[in-house]
Nanobody, 119 residues
């Protein structure tokens, strides 16, 4: 059974940090590029960061560059999103998406984890 499960969300004060985890199972995780998206209330879902399957090259939205870091540990079938210097505008549900590097029809989404940045 294919599953993508996010965890690590929560309530944090502005300037604080959180680390999100995305764990995949039921597929060959190392063959998948993984992206983090977020969706705030009343807004469209937006791409936050992505990491490819080979070489671990990463890309970031301008709004999070220098504050967020995406990384992967294929031995644990996990991709992380380290979020530092959090701002209230980072508040959103964060989703993980896994896409097969050569067969993009194999795409899996997680259910999301809530991140709230507030004092």
């Amino acid at each position: 059974q294919v599953q993508v499960v996010e965890s690590g969300g929560g309530l944090v004060q502005p300037g604080g940090s959180l680390r999100l985890s995305c764990v995949g199972s039921g597929f060959v995780f190392s063959s998948y590029g993984v992206s983090w998206y977020r969706q705030a209330p009343g807004k469209e879902r937006e791409l936050v960061a992505s990491i490819i399957s080979i070489g671990s090259s990463a890309n970031y939205a301008d709004s999070v560059k220098g504050r967020f870091t995406i990384s992967r540990d294929d031995g644990k079938n996990t991709v992380y999103l380290q979020m530092n210097s959090l701002k209230p505008e980072d508040t959103a549900v964060y989703y993980c998406k896994a896409v097969h590097q050569w067969m993009p029809r194999y795409t899996y989404w997680g259910q999301g984890t809530q991140v709230t940045v507030s004092s």
